[in-house]
Structure formats: C-alpha cells, structure tokens
C-alpha cells in the first residue's frame, strides 16, 4: 500500500485518519499507546514536534510525557493474568520490531520509531527546521505493516467487515422490526436490500452475510452466488437476537431505547 505523509489537514482527512485508527484495527495493536498516539497525531490539526505531543503520551506513571519512559505502564499493579497478557503483547510487539531490524519495545521513543520505520509516521522538517510528525495517509492496516498471526489476521478482517458493513446490516434489520412489529421473515432480493441501503448489491451481500455469521438470522439461500435480482426468504429467530445482541430503538417520545443481550451481565 502506497503512502504518503499527510499534508492536507482538512477536517474531511483528519476524520478519515480518525475511523482508520478506529475501524483500521489500531487500538487492537501492542502497546496500547501506539493507537492512542495515532489519534493524537492530528488532534491539533497541523504537524506537531515531539515535544508538542507529550500531552499525549502522559499517563499516571509519566505524568510529564517523558518519551524515555516505558511505552507499557510498568507501573500498574497486576495479578498472574493481567502479567501472562502483559507479556504476550511485549512478545507480540518484539515481533513486530525484528521485522524492522529494530530491538523489543522498552520506551515510548523505541514505539515511535517502529511507526517511523513501519512507514505509518514520517518525521519531517517543517519551515521552521524543527522534526514534526506527519501520519501516513491514508493510514495502512496493521496487516499491511506488521507479520500478524492467523488469529490477529482473522479479528482484524471481522473488524474491517463489520466496520465496512455493520451499519448496513442495522438498515437491513430494521425490516424486520418496524415499528415494534418484529417480523419473522421478510421475502426480498439483493437489488432490493441494496436500495434500502442505498449501497451497490455486493454491499447488500456483504451485509447478509455478517448477519448470518451471528446465527440469529437464517436462509436456505447460498449468498455467496445468488444473482442479486433472484428473491429469497431471511429469517430472524428474536430469541437467539435477544440472547446476543444490543438492540437500540427509538422510544415513545422520541427517547432512544436501548435492549441488551440476555447474557450480557455488565460489570460490577
């Protein structure tokens, strides 16, 4: 994936760097300050130095923003688990720096320089002479830039999917519950679901599909190869939805209603 660093800070490119630290799979990524200093990056809507970005890498163990101070928050108390995660992610990190030539992650600078030489940040001089840090743009996924896994591969190909299609599914749910009716079919076609949508077909199979992967909707219809104008029958079992998913509707007056899945307990 071809890059460049970002010299258009327009409100419309900086949104877009926004959702592509967020739906790109970058808060998945280890350390966790890495995703948070992506987002930092164009917060202020022009370049900024190193020295201008400490506010954004300041925790409550590098209240200052030291970058010669851990990128992981040694400081945090944790029980046999939370160190076993600590560790995996350390590993994980290391990883990802030997595939730069770069030693493992001790310090917020060792973090910055695997973006730098990852290619997700340029350090550029601007007019005045002095560093100042461009994201790349558009900004790539982990997986164009880092050796993941197969499992990190596989969560972060869900994410794209749902971040891709997630709200078109909704629209296509919302057939099924107008007005409160909650309808256990509906008969329909690609053509169809793609003008409520107001999306291309292949949007529309996209988004039956992730539907179909939760198990609460159903068809005997292989969607992978059905022509988009050949009508077929979605089914939705209300129980297996209100088992696993969060339902948002609006209320009486206006006032958003919110259902949660019968096994989501919350916290403490």
């Given at each position: 994936m071809t890059t460049v660093p970002l010299t258009d800070w327009s409100q419309d490119h900086r949104e877009q760097h926004f959702h592509s630290?967020?739906?790109?799979?970058?808060?998945?990524?280890?350390?966790?300050?890495?995703?948070?200093?992506?987002?930092?990056?164009?917060?202020r809507g022009k370049p900024?130095?190193?020295?201008?970005?400490?506010?954004?890498?300041?925790?409550?163990?590098?209240?200052?923003?030291?970058?010669?101070?851990?990128?992981?928050?040694?400081?945090?108390?944790?029980?046999?688990?939370e160190l076993a995660d600590l560790q995996e992610a350390q590993a994980t990190?290391?990883?990802?720096?030997?595939?730069?030539?770069?030693?493992?992650?001790?310090?917020?600078?060792?973090m910055l320089a695997l973006m730098i030489a990852s290619g997700l940040v340029y350090e550029i001089p601007g007019a005045d002479g002095q560093l100042r840090l461009h994201p790349a743009f558009p900004l790539p996924g982990p997986h164009k830039v880092f050796p993941l896994d197969g499992e990190e591969l596989a969560a972060q190909e869900s994410l794209r999917r749902h971040n891709a299609y997630g709200g078109d599914a909704s629209r296509i749910i919302a057939l099924f519950d107008p007005m409160g009716a909650r309808r256990q079919e509906i008969t329909t076609s690609l053509d169809r679901l793609a003008r409520v949508i107001d999306g291309h077909p292949h949007d529309?199979?996209?988004?039956?599909?992730?539907?179909?992967?939760?198990q609460d909707f159903t068809t005997a219809t292989d969607i992978s190869v059905i022509p988009s104008h050949k009508v077929f029958r979605l089914r939705c079992d209300w129980d297996e939805f209100d088992a696993h998913r969060m339902h948002v509707r609006r209320g009486r007056e206006g006032r958003i209603a919110v259902t949660v899945p019968a096994d989501w307990h919350g916290s403490d």
């Open positions: 630290v967020v739906g790109g799979g970058w808060l998945r990524m280890p350390p966790p300050m890495l995703g948070l200093l992506l987002m930092g990056l164009t917060s900024l130095t190193r020295e201008e970005l400490r506010p954004f890498v300041r925790n409550s163990v590098n209240p200052s923003g030291d970058w010669q101070a851990s990128c992981w928050e040694d400081g945090e108390e944790r029980d046999a688990e990190s290391a990883r990802y720096a030997a595939h730069y030539g770069l030693p493992p992650l001790c310090t917020l600078t060792d529309a199979r996209e988004a039956v599909r992730l539907l179909l992967e939760a």
